[in-house]
């Protein structure tokens, strides 16, 4: 069993920074895939970002590359979303998953594990 917690969202104008944290608990996390999901209102869930066991492989959704940046510390059992040049358009609610295999999925029915999310609102 792992538990995420996120933290790190509010709110921000646009052209702003956040940078998001999601802290897991347990000694597996080193062998877990992890993604970052948003919801905004009225939307299905979508991918942000996702990040393999090691950092080795990373993918992006297209309206995300190059403003957001997901990395992880297996030593801290924390992954971590850098948002550069925020957008009204991010504005959602963002949750950090975990799947407990070694390789990155966009797809949120492969992950098995989520946090509570945390609100993320740009301000035009």
């Known amino acids: 069993q792992v538990q995420l917690v996120e933290s790190g969202g509010g709110l921000v104008q646009a052209g702003g920074s956040l940078r998001l944290s999601c802290a897991a608990s347990?000694?597996?996390?080193?062998?877990?895939?992890m993604g970052w999901f948003r919801q905004a209102p009225g939307k299905e869930r979508e991918s942000v970002a996702a990040?393999?066991?090691?950092?080795?492989?990373?993918v992006y959704d297209d309206s995300v590359k190059g403003r957001f940046t997901i990395s992880r510390d297996n030593a801290k059992n924390t992954v971590y979303l850098q948002m550069n040049s925020l957008k009204p358009e991010d504005t959602a609610v963002y949750y950090c998953?975990?799947?407990?295999?070694?390789?990155?999925?966009?797809?949120?029915?492969?992950?098995?594990?989520w946090g509570q999310g945390t609100q993320v609102t740009v301000s035009s």
């Open positions: 998953a975990a799947r407990p295999t070694y390789f990155i999925s966009r797809n949120s029915a492969d992950y098995d594990y």
């Open positions: 990040i393999s066991w090691n950092g080795g492989s990373i």
């Open positions: 347990g000694r597996t996390f080193s062998t877990y895939a």
